[in-house]
């Protein structure tokens, strides 16, 4: 009887491109969590900041005012210095 081999070949040309795909995916998410991280903080100076202008802010209109109501050099110099 003679002999009889069978020969099968399989060609996986999906993994290499799942696996590219994954790698893509885990470094977008990294960079969306930095980012967001960033905001964060960014937003928590930008709140700083504004408090920190009305603080300023309210410093030159009272001594604005301290000057108009005395006529003062000191307070005007006061005003000078706070604006």
Request: aromatic share 4%; charged share 30%.
């Amino acid at each position: 009887m003679p002999e009889t081999s069978i020969v099968v070949k399989i060609e996986d040309r999906y993994s290499t491109v799942l696996k590219s795909m994954s790698e893509v995916t885990k470094a977008f998410d990294k960079n969306a969590e930095h980012l967001e991280r960033t905001l964060h903080d960014l937003s928590g100076e930008k709140s700083i900041l504004q408090a920190e202008t009305n603080r300023a802010r309210k410093a030159m209109l009272d001594a604005q005012k301290q000057f108009a109501a005395t006529g003062d050099e000191a307070d005007a110099l006061r005003a000078s210095l706070a604006g």
